[in-house]
């Protein structure tokens, strides 16, 4: 085997990239023994070694450009709550990216992402001026100086067609619970989260800076979104750039107006239901509880918890990327949340992030279980009961 | 003395029920017809205790036989002036009434043995007549490093004179040219300035402590309290107490390590040459003295490697983590790759491992042993190793390599302090030529009493740590002048005023005692004839267990006495199940182990009589030969474990002992006995619960092998 020479150059640009704490891995594995991909089959599961991608860093070596190394990483976080030495795994796998990023080495398929974002300003190749078209014939208040909450929803409930009715529910909900808020509309951007992920640091900067622009300019203090990762660039990048705001997530809202009793849930039994925790609710954002308050009190609603959850919670691959990339079935995270959630005894899956609903859908249908199992959005049961 | 014994039997902690103290009493009064003999229920009561000692205060007794509780328990209530008064502390609660079936035959006749034992232990001690002489209580330190300057002013500040060698001309050691240590302060970042200068200072501004420098140990003659140190050069003989020898450590020779070009190619430089060109102010490559901007370090440079040092020195990855923060320094810039198999960074030195790491070193985990260093192309160095951790070799140019080489003791191949010792004029080692002499229980402890060891000539270390070396050695050496002036042993058997006695006339210099002794007590005539230096003793009598003419004895330890006690023993003439063993223990480790038996009330048979020896190594062949003859069955050793990591006080008692075992064969083949009549277990105290199935186990042996042919004889 011819002996690889390090290049030291190359990891002092890894570095520069945002990766850190590269360094500060003392190659224990414990990183790879935690990550998802040991729980599948398949290439990307034999290629990203998140131990060894951090090694070829260290020592600016090549071989974990591919879509199946670097880019499987879906930023899950499992990994960095392990970490003995505190390494900001995730940092660094971005930081390798965005080296990459620079010269225009990333999978081709996120290549179109990023021309829709630039172009459009969303993820999803839909027109910008579509972007409030999940309304259909429900009301939705316009935010105004006077509104409470600007609620911000994901470009993916703007332009899915399924994910839409997160966005509905979520108003409806939050129209129940008597909340004020009120949507801007076309001009909004991509938060960018994940993008920002894949690695293009400038097109997030572009994003961000536009809906800080927008936001700041129509006064908004607090903003209620729909997805988790909205949830998260917004609360812990945007501050960086000038967005600092209240933000929470709707279940959020939603948990603590029915404590107060502003929310009141009745109608058809919800039955035995599961919650799959969302990485950027839970592991990234610590929020297990106000999703769960809201299951709890749906009527006629048993909560069965899944082997894996909380901050245990099995990543549902959509994340870091991943959901604009292909995964070939019987390789996917979200089939084990499937078998998981059947094993439950639970009839219907919930979750709170319209990434997950993505996923979890999908293997459902491959693995063909819709008679044993539903798989639902939180608002929209909430929604459906109010 | 005329022994006045009285004999104190307590009926307390259950030893009333379990025992017929009725029974026991007559076989004192008939057997002994004691001056006293009293059955209390509890003699470590006020009242119990104020019996004993009206008695002794009155002068009707001067020997006490207590039957009652372990020895090993209330010492401070059944205590008496060692030079006047005999106390024998027979155990009828743990090593009967704890671990026996109450009320039984058996129960009673154990308790009856136990007791004549006591008696005849009693009978046969003498009062000591401790060994005093006139002494010198100066500490002499070895060594003017870290260890040795600290054990210099330790010792004179606690108003010891000291008498400092250091062979180099200016005192520090390998400290004075080292250019900054490794953080020993929390956050463990920053590396600190050596402060060495202020122990030279405070050392040579003591009035207490005479300084040597150039100067060497021609030779030492003597024992504690009297040793005689020649200088060289006419440096003179001065007396001593005791010794420190600090003499630390030497690189290992990096001209070994073939594989990595030292000595071939000029900028492989070892560990030791870095950092005294740190010192001198700047790192450069030897071969063009230009700065190197990639400087690599290998770590296990010989060491971990079966062919060079099969240990680990400790220090080494410290050192090069240090060493790259001196490469970072001196340009922010320059690279540094760490090739190691294992990163060690013991205490709070993890903290610093992550502050290099997070700075930027490169690690890279391989076999350093398999490292080929050869001539670079782009720079002046190439290193190929495997990287273990991508499973694919790498190739690294460097300007300058780095040898972690590790330490081996100053002691090696140079005995430095020259004893004048029949045994040889070095400190016998234990493994990789450290002068050790119990790595686990007894640091700085060596095989020569009175001498003790202190920093990276006993074990490789930091230079914090060989600085509380120097501390602990020190207040070793001060007990030991203490003790000696007192004609008391030093640990294990710290206190002991008795000593060994020879009865030279019968002596047949045959040389067993000289050569068997482990800490080197005995010098010898032209003849052979044993020269004992008694303060040199720690009285273990392997001397006594090793003398077929049986002529070593002492005041409270002896032959006789542990044979007398043997024949004490009542042997049943018929052997319907109540065969009979004797069991000889160290007291040590065994004696305990056994307490503890009883303490966890856990049962075994009634046939063992116990008698705790100072030493496995104590024990002389004709204890076997008298117990036989005598009738009984079998006789169990429990001694410490042996070999590498032995644990016996004594060094090699219990291995000693194994071997006499071994030889006996002879002996029973004269007396037509089974060698299987003989057990030697190595039982250290936690092995206690093995107790009662080896006596199971051995009793059954027994029973096939049918009762000893001498019985009734």
């Known amino acids: 085997m011819e002996a690889r020479i390090p290049f030291l150059e190359v990891s002092d640009a890894i570095i520069y990239s945002g990766a850190e704490t590269l360094y500060w891995c003392m190659q224990c594995g414990l990183c790879t023994g935690t990550c998802p991909y040991r729980l599948v089959p398949g290439p990307a599961s034999e290629e990203f070694n998140i131990r060894l991608v951090q090694h070829l860093g260290q020592l600016g070596l090549e071989g974990f450009e591919s879509e199946n190394c670097l880019f499987a990483c879906t930023t899950c976080r499992a990994c960095v709550d392990v970490c003995p030495r505190g390494v900001e795994i995730i940092n660094n796998v971005v930081g390798m990216r965005r080296m990459l990023a620079e010269v225009g080495t990333i999978p081709p398929s996120l290549k179109t992402i990023a021309g829709s974002l630039h172009s459009q300003g969303n993820p999803w190749s839909g027109p910008r001026d579509q972007r409030t078209a999940w309304i259909k014939d429900v009301e ?115 948990a603590s107006a029915l404590s107060e009793g502003k929310l009141k849930l009745s109608g058809s039994n919800a039955g035995a239901v599961t919650f799959h925790d969302p990485c950027y609710l839970g592991r990234h954002t610590k929020l297990y509880d106000p999703p769960r308050e809201l299951l709890r009190n749906l009527p006629g609603a048993e909560l069965m918890e899944l082997a894996r959850t909380k901050n245990k919670s099995v990543c549902c691959q959509g994340g870091g990327g991943r959901v604009w990339m292909e995964t070939a079935a019987g390789e996917r995270f979200a089939e084990l949340r499937i078998h998981e959630a059947v094993a439950s005894g639970a009839k219907t899956l919930v979750t709170a992030c319209p990434y997950c609903i993505t996923m979890l859908e999908d293997s459902l249908k491959v693995l063909g279980k819709q008679d044993e199992l539903a798989v639902k959005e939180l608002s929209e049961l909430v929604a459906e009961r109010t | 003395m005329d022994q006045k014994i009285g004999v104190y039997i307590c009926s307390g902690c259950g030893i009333g029920e379990s025992i017929d103290l009725d029974a026991l009493s007559a076989v004192a009064d008939e057997e002994f017809q004691p001056a006293k003999r009293v059955v209390h229920p509890a003699f470590c009561g006020e009242e119990g205790a104020g019996l004993i000692r009206s008695d002794v205060d009155a ?49 009673r006749m154990l308790a009856e043995d136990y007791l004549r034992m006591g008696i005849i232990r009693a009978q046969k001690t003498k009062l000591p007549a401790p060994y005093q002489e006139e002494i010198d209580k100066t500490i002499l330190v070895v060594g003017g490093g870290a260890a040795g300057l600290q054990a210099a002013n330790d010792a004179a500040a606690a108003g010891y004179s000291v008498l400092l060698v250091e062979k180099e001309p200016e005192m520090g050691g390998h400290m004075a040219k080292w250019n900054k240590s490794s953080p020993t302060k929390p956050p463990y970042q920053e590396l600190e300035e050596i402060t060495i200068n202020e122990l030279i200072d405070q050392a040579k501004a003591d009035e207490r402590i005479t300084i040597f420098t150039s100067a060497t140990i021609e030779k030492i003659a003597g024992a504690p309290g009297m040793f005689d140190v020649t200088l060289n050069n006419g440096g003179g003989t001065h007396r001593v107490g005791a010794i420190v020898l600090a003499a630390g450590w030497k690189p290992y020779d990096a001209t070994k390590l073939e594989r990595f070009s030292y000595g071939t190619l000029p900028d492989v430089i070892t560990s030791v040459q870095m950092e005294e060109m740190a010192k001198a102010g700047k790192i450069t490559c030897p071969s063009d003295g230009s700065e190197p901007s990639v400087v690599a370090f290998i770590q296990c440079a010989g060491s971990r490697d079966a062919d060079h040092l099969p240990y680990c020195s400790a220090v080494c990855c410290r050192a090069s983590l240090k060493q790259s923060v001196y490469v970072k320094e001196q340009n922010p810039e320059n690279k540094v790759f760490i090739f190691y198999k294992d990163i060690r960074t013991p205490e709070q030195s993890e903290e610093f491992y992550k502050k290099v790491q997070k700075d930027g070193t490169v690690f890279i985990k391989t076999d350093t042993a398999q490292i080929a260093i050869g001539q670079g192309s782009e720079r002046k160095l190439s290193i190929e190793a495997v990287d273990q951790l991508m499973g694919e070799p790498v190739l690294v140019e460097a300007d300058l390599v780095v040898l972690a080489v590790g330490m081996q003791p100053a002691v090696l191949d140079d005995p430095i302090l020259n004893l004048q010792y029949r045994q040889g004029p070095a400190l016998p080692e234990l493994k990789y030529g450290f002068p050790d002499s119990h790595f686990i229980c007894f640091p700085y402890e060596t095989r020569r009493t009175g001498i003790y060891t202190a920093g990276c000539v006993r074990q490789p270390m930091m230079s914090s740590r060989a600085g509380s070396d120097g501390t602990g050695a020190a207040l070793k050496a001060i007990q030991a ?162 070999g590498d990591d032995y644990q016996c006080h004594f060094v090699h008692g219990s291995e000693l002992a194994n071997t006499r075992m071994t030889k006996i064969q002879e002996t029973l083949d004269r007396l037509m006995l089974e060698s299987d009549r003989i057990r030697l277990e190595q039982m250290a105290i936690d092995d206690y619960e093995k107790i009662p199935k080896i006596i199971e186990e051995f009793t059954a042996r027994l029973q096939e092998l049918g009762p000893n042919p001498y019985k009734g004889f």
């Open chain 2, 59 to 107: 002068g009707d007794i001067n020997t006490v036989v207590v039957a009652a509780c372990s020895g090993r328990v209330k010492t401070d209530v059944f205590v008496f002036d060692p030079m006047t008064t005999i106390l024998e502390r027979v155990n009828i609660r743990e090593h009967v009434a704890w671990c026996q079936p109450a009320g039984e035959d058996d129960t």
């Open chain 1, 140 to 254: 939705i208040p316009t935010f105004s100086e006077q509104t409470e909450y600007f609620l911000f929803v994901c470009c993916t409930s703007c332009f899915d067609a399924r994910s839409q009715n997160i966005a509905r529910s979520v108003a409806k909900a939050l129209t129940a619970a008597g909340i004020s808020f009120g949507i801007i509309g076309n001009e909004e951007s991509c938060c960018g989260e994940t993008i920002r992920k894949v690695g293009d640091e400038q097109l997030f900067q572009n994003l961000a800076q536009a809906n800080i622009q927008l936001y700041n300019g129509k006064g908004v203090k607090k903003i209620i979104v729909t997805s988790p990762h909205c949830l998260y660039t917004f609360k812990n990048e945007y501050p960086e750039f000038g967005g600092e705001w209240e933000v929470f997530h709707y279940s959020e809202i939603l």
């Open chain 2, 481 to 642: 002048v203490e003790l000696t002036a007192k004609g008391k042993a030093v640990h294990p058997r710290a206190g002991d005023v008795s000593y060994p006695e020879l009865f030279l006339q019968r002596c047949t210099q045959c040389k067993r005692c000289t050569e068997e002794c482990p800490f080197g007590m005995y010098n010898e005539d032209e003849k052979g004839t044993p020269l004992p230096h008694p303060t040199r003793c720690r009285r273990c009598a392997i001397c006594m267990g090793s003398c077929p003419e049986r002529i070593i004895s002492f005041s409270n330890y002896s032959v006789d006495m542990i044979g007398s006690m043997i024949k004490g023993i009542n042997v049943p003439d018929e052997y319907e199940e109540k065969p009979r063993i004797v069991g000889l223990i160290c007291e040590n480790d065994s004696y305990p182990g056994l307490d503890m038996v009883g303490l966890r009330k856990l049962q075994y048979a009634p046939w063992v009589r116990f008698i705790p020896l100072r030493c496995l190594g104590s024990v002389n062949l004709v204890w076997i030969a008298d117990a036989l003859s005598k009738g009984i069955d079998g006789i169990l050793l429990f001694g410490c474990r042996y």
